[in-house]
């Protein structure tokens, strides 16, 4: 098992920009596919990005392509999200999750999750 504990959160206008971090205890990270996701009040939680274990593929969900990028570095055992061009709609919290593969979008797959860190993007 994993522990993850995500940091970096905060309140910002929109058009700014936030770095979220997830640093994981435990195990080490290489193995795994790291991903974020992120719910709203009174919604899902929705797949945001997700990274392979080597970092060279990311894939990223349509509303934040362009926008948010993710990125590791294996010997920190910490997985990153650089949030950009933030909008009200980012609002959430903001979850990164560990999973060895297959239905990387969907969050039934990932078996550990940080416990997250609240993302206030206001208008």
């Known amino acids: 098992q994993v522990q993850l504990v995500e940091s970096g959160g905060g309140l910002v206008q929109a058009g700014g920009s936030l770095r979220l971090s997830c640093a994981a205890s435990g195990r080490t990270l290489s193995s795994y596919f790291m991903g974020w996701f992120r719910q709203a009040p009174g919604k899902e939680r929705d797949f945001v990005a997700v990274?392979?274990?080597?970092?060279?593929?990311?894939v990223y969900a349509d509303s934040v392509k362009g926008r948010f990028a993710i990125s590791r570095d294996n010997a920190k055992n910490t997985v990153y999200l650089q949030m950009n061009g933030l909008r009200p709609e980012d609002t959430a919290v903001y979850y990164c999750a560990a999973t060895i593969g297959e239905n990387l979008r969907e969050f039934w797959s990932y078996h550990d999750w940080g416990q997250g860190t609240q993302v206030t993007v206001s208008s």
């Open positions: 990274i392979s274990w080597s970092g060279l593929n990311q």
